[in-house]
């Protein structure tokens, strides 16, 4: 879509008088922490096909009354470079850590505590899905909150959430969350 198509349709979209809040909101995590099934999850795709994100899905995903851009990021070591060429304008993060992988928690959390720093993200609320919570080896959201230091978050409003992403268990109440917070701060400003 040109940009001056794009302007016709916003035009348009006011017009009609939607009353819908856009948010964008960017996924991250490392590779095969299971964002591209969480966000499947999300959009009500199927979720048994699903190969690693080379580049980057979008999907616009509706929940309680808002439109969510939602951008799936790859998390392969080379892509993530990138990750910071995406975070402007971010309403809010959710960073996805397969709970069950416990030799990578140390890289993700190095990855986790690099974005908190970026300026695009200063104050941007943030959800951790603790996702693969069905694998009996998968380490709790507690246990892995406190190993990713999120108590010392101070300056963001930040949740983690316990889930899997397979069988969507624990992702409606991280969407529940996002809407609380979202809606609440797009209300305030």
């Given at each position: 879509m040109?940009?001056?198509?794009?302007?016709?349709?916003?035009v348009i979209e006011?017009?009609?008088?939607?009353?819908?809040?856009?948010?964008?909101?960017v996924l991250l995590g490392l590779d095969n922490a299971g964002k591209t099934t969480l966000l499947k999850q999300l959009a009500s795709e199927d979720v048994n096909t699903i190969t690693?994100?080379?580049?980057f899905n979008i999907k616009s995903v509706t929940s309680h009354g808002m439109k969510l851009n939602v951008w799936?990021?790859?998390?392969?070591?080379?892509?993530?470079?990138?990750?910071?060429?995406?975070?402007?304008?971010t309403d809010l993060l959710i960073y996805v850590i397969d709970s069950a992988d416990k030799k990578?928690?140390?890289?993700?959390?190095?990855?986790?505590a690099e974005l908190i720093e970026e300026e695009n993200l200063k104050g941007v609320p943030i959800l951790?899905?603790?996702?693969?919570?069905?694998?009996?080896?998968?380490?709790?959201?507690a246990e892995i909150a406190e190993g990713l230091n999120l108590h010392t978050y101070r300056d963001r409003e930040w949740q983690i959430?316990?889930?899997?992403?397979?069988?969507?268990?624990?992702?409606?109440?991280?969407?529940n969350?996002?809407?609380?917070?979202?809606?609440?701060?797009?209300?305030v400003e």
């Open positions: 040109g940009e001056n198509q794009k302007g016709l349709f916003s006011k017009l009609k008088g939607t009353t819908e809040l856009e948010f964008r909101i690693p994100t080379q580049g799936d990021i790859g998390g392969q070591r080379k892509i993530r470079t990138f990750w910071k060429k995406y975070l402007e304008n990578r928690f140390e890289e993700t959390g190095v990855e986790l951790i899905f603790a996702n693969k919570q069905d694998l009996a080896t998968a380490s709790p959201a959430q316990a889930c899997s992403a397979v069988s969507s268990e624990g992702v409606q109440d991280g969407m969350w996002i809407s609380n917070n979202i809606a609440n701060k797009r209300k």
